[in-house]
């Protein structure tokens, strides 16, 4: 998302692919509802998006990649590229501790093991 938005005044096209239509920022989900607004952490992609004219979101899920044919395969279709940015998605860690596994957990508290 934030690629795109660096090249907004680019002398390119660019195409962003997401399976989900909002953009979430999860550094702020640990907030309880009172001191963070949804809109704070969530956001429609095309909203944080819609001045840049040469960007254009496709609602779509990537599900291979052929670099060989410089062509990304998805539930809608192979799409080409010139040049590829990929932003994958993040997975909490447990640094290693099994008791955390399968637990909601936040920054604000840790699971010690017994």
Known sequence: MWAARALARAPVDVTVLDRHNYHLF???LYKS???ARAESIARPVRTILRKQR???????EVTGVDLARRELATDGGPIGYDCLILAMAARRTTSGSTACVGTPSDSRTSTKPS
């Open 26 to 28: 999860q550094p702020l």
């Open 54 to 60: 040469n960007v254009d979101f496709r609602l779509t």
């Open 33 to 35: 509802p009172r001191r």
